[in-house]
């Protein structure tokens, strides 16, 4: 019974989500698609203290609320991190699944994928810790990367992450350094500072690089 009053929430309120405006300026952000992000993930079976692995289907519909609500890619993850965190519960996304979605959503830009390297991606783990050694998010790549960010070259190890999350701030990172000319330090975090704009900051810098991330979005 509880399943189902929350898939009927969540069923009533993306109506109201592909109203939203459409125009930059009028992004609204995780705080305002929170509510609908978290009434469909009440509709997955996801039991307390197991890691539930996310169907492709199951993965393109939670990007699905994310277009309608034009977050992007780490809005989403607050969103998901909230809710699960609250329920002792914990997601995995694959990285198959996830690019599977690319044939009916753009996941962002080349700024987007240089912090998300969706293309290297095995699998994302989001939520409580429920073993020792886990991380609010954990993301495996298939191999060793590094990718530009403006702010320097972004050298990623294949398991980084963050290892504490709260609203719009992903703090405490792992497995990230960012290399410029001699300089070389661990990047420190992102801030999530305006919806659909984030802050990422490096240790050692006194200043954030602050960018537009740009939002998920259906293909025409």
């Known amino acids: 019974m509880r399943r189902l009053l929350a898939l009927a929430l969540a069923l009533a309120l993306i109506p109201l989500a592909r109203a939203l405006p459409q125009t930059s300026a009028e992004l609204r952000g995780a705080d305002a698609a929170f509510s609908t992000v978290s009434a469909y993930l009440d509709t997955l079976p996801i039991a307390k203290n197991r ?16 277009a309608q609500y034009r977050i992007n890619v ?16 914990r997601v995995m996304i694959t990285g198959d699944a996830l690019r599977a979605t690319r044939e009916r959503y753009d996941l962002g830009d080349d700024r987007v994928l240089a912090i998300l390297p ?14 020792s050694g886990q991380n609010p998010l954990d993301i495996v790549l298939s191999a060793e990367l590094e990718k530009y960010i403006e702010i320097g070259t972004a050298q990623y190890k294949t398991h980084f992450g963050f290892k504490r999350l709260g609203p719009l701030l992903f703090d405490d990172s792992y497995g990230i350094t960012v290399r410029k000319l001699l300089f070389s330090a661990p990047l420190d975090r992102l801030e999530l500072y305006a919806p659909g704009k984030g802050a990422v900051y490096v240790q050692g810098l006194s200043k954030p690089k602050r960018w537009n991330l740009r939002t998920i979005k259906r293909k025409a």
């Open 51 to 66: 890691l539930y692995v996310l169907t492709v289907s199951e993965t393109e519909s939670l990007i699905d609320v994310a």
């Open 74 to 89: 780490f809005e989403l993850i607050d969103c998901a991190y909230r809710h699960l965190s609250t329920r002792y519960q």
């Open 118 to 131: 969706i293309d290297s991606l095995v699998s994302l783990q989001v939520g409580s810790q429920i073993v």
